[in-house]
């Protein structure tokens, strides 16, 4: 996965708006990927805004120039332009085959009327649509000192009137990667529906991930309405999932061999990334070959993207959790209930279920920092709950506290840190030990919902979500796209490119009014 920007810290203003600065530089940074450089300081009279400029990859905003803002949306739409076969073939459009407005001929043909149901290219949807007056507001993200409006549009989904694939001649693949996740099987099936819609009649599935297209014995998976038309009744995936693969090269040889000219594929961060390297090395050997990505992950940390597939399910699995915990907490005598939730690098799943259940009295997530022992750690809090309340529940992130532990250095198939255990940490070497230590009761009810949470079937929500998502990856192939991913931007199914979701993962911000809520919710106090 690409690594994360960098930013610099030297600003010439006020002390104020410096110490404001470097709270919110990681923020801003996760929605306009620009890096703040020192001006030259100038004699200020009174307090002034930042003296900075801003770069992007290829640009630099002097905030001082009066056209900016012209420079900084070219620059927004050269990024956010879509990638497309287009690019590397001169190829000539096609009326579309789907339409939903259709009557059969009585020889068995299909006549496609036209409708007003289509999304013209030049469509586009905000990305960001507050407008915030001040650095210091809650959440605030901000492109220069001033936090001044600027548009920032993306490319809207759906399918175009014009396609650059004949539906009888195409061979569609679609893969299922990583983890298991909320949805993937209303995710295929929907592929598969909309598929066919255009006339498409050679669908497979790789198996078991990146890792169908190299090991010998995986034979890739017909599919077809008929065969996928109930698997969104159950949780898994359909295709099996696996981390890891082979060299992308490896994987781009086995795609022309098998002559496939459309690859769905459904994962998070890691995925994604394996996702765009295909599509690289597809355009790199200039193969007429469309790489769509589905984002799905219940961490729900790919950047500038209201969700991911899988998240919602998850949150509400992680609610039922956090509830025994309570009822186990509630029942006995110093009761402490402790669930730990799923989170690599994001505590969004534990925000979200604690508010959710309005049980959680404290909520521990990796990009809150904390302390367990002082005056202000978290076991003091502990203490003044059981003695006024006479029971608590805390819900911990995995990625939460890890400063604080004995780091492995191991890593999994798919190259990420595997994590020591807060948990486990928390029940057995801190909890149980300072309240026996202090000669304090206290009873630690341990829930560890992880694989529960994952592996179900998808929720309501979610079921649209991933209907939505798998019509859109098919209408983006079909218009000629590669290398992007189908996902929602500020409620509006949008397209971006995958290079601009994989450049670090979404985390939480602590200055958010989300996290605000959470900690109006649970009442704990700073443990830092």
Avoid at 407 to 431: C, E, F, P, R, Y
Wanted: charged content about 20%.
């Amino acid at each position: 996965m690409a690594a994360a920007l960098k930013t610099s810290g030297s600003f010439c203003g006020t002390q104020q708006q410096q110490r404001l600065q470097s709270t919110r530089d990681q923020f801003l940074l996760g929605s306009s990927h620009l890096n703040f450089k020192q001006c030259k300081s100038k004699k200020i009279r009174k307090p002034a805004p930042l003296c900075v400029r801003a770069t992007s990859s290829k640009l630099e905003l002097d905030f001082n120039d009066p056209s900016w803002k012209q420079k900084f949306q070219e620059d927004w739409e050269r990024r956010f332009s879509l990638p497309s076969i287009t690019d590397i073939y001169d190829l000539k459009p096609r009326t579309t085959t789907f339409s939903l407005k259709k009557n059969r001929t009585p020889t068995g043909d299909e006549n496609v009327d036209m409708w007003n149901g289509y999304v013209n290219n030049d469509d586009r949807a905000l990305l960001k649509v507050i407008k915030y007056s001040s650095p210091t507001s809650a959440g605030a993200e901000c492109i220069d000192p001033d936090c001044s409006w600027v548009e920032q549009w993306v490319h809207r989904a759906g399918p175009r009137k014009e396609i650059y694939y004949e539906p009888k001649e195409v061979k569609a693949a679609i893969v299922t990667c990583g983890g298991l996740c909320p949805g993937l099987n209303d995710a295929i099936r929907q592929i598969v529906f909309t598929l066919e819609t255009y006339g498409v009649k050679n669908i497979v599935g790789i198996p078991f991930g990146y890792r169908g297209f190299f090991e010998k014995g995986l034979k890739e998976m017909p599919l077809s309405r008929g065969l996928v038309e109930n698997i969104n009744l159950n949780g898994g995936s359909f295709l099996g999932v696996s981390r890891g693969g082979a060299k992308t090269s490896e994987i781009v040889d086995s795609i022309q061999a098998r002559r496939i000219d459309m690859l769905f594929v459904l994962g998070g961060n890691g995925t994604h990334a394996g996702a765009n390297a295909i599509h690289e090395e597809c355009r790199k050997r200039k193969l007429k070959v469309s790489v769509v990505a589905v984002p799905k992950t219940i961490d729900n940390d790919i950047l500038l993207m209201d969700k991911t597939f899988g998240f919602d399910t998850a949150v509400e699995e992680a609610q039922r959790a956090i509830n025994s915990a309570y009822i186990e907490a509630r029942s006995a005598y110093h009761g402490i209930g402790l669930v730990k939730l799923m989170g690599r690098s994001s505590g969004f799943i534990a925000m979200h279920a604690s508010l959710s259940s309005g049980q959680v009295d404290v909520c521990l997530i990796p990009e809150v920092p904390f302390t367990l022992d002082g005056e202000f750690g978290v076991l003091r809090h502990l203490e003044h709950l059981l003695k006024t309340k006479g029971f608590c529940v805390v819900c911990v992130a995995e990625a939460a506290g890890q400063e604080l532990l004995q780091k492995s250095g191991a890593t999994d198939a798919s190259g990420n840190v595997i994590l020591s255990d807060i948990g486990v940490h928390m029940q057995q070497k801190v909890i149980k030990m300072h309240f026996k230590d202090i000669g304090v009761p206290a009873d630690v009810k341990y829930i560890d919902p992880t694989y529960m949470v994952r592996a179900c079937r998808a929720n309501a929500s979610d079921a649209i979500l991933c209907t939505v998502l798998g019509q859109n990856a098919v209408h983006g192939a079909f218009a000629g796209f590669s290398g992007i991913t189908s996902c929602i931007c500020n409620t509006h199914y949008v397209y971006l490119p995958i290079t601009e979701v994989i450049k670090a993962p979404k985390r939480v911000n602590p200055n958010s009014r989300m996290w605000h809520r959470c900690l109006t919710s649970t009442g704990q106090p700073d443990f830092h």
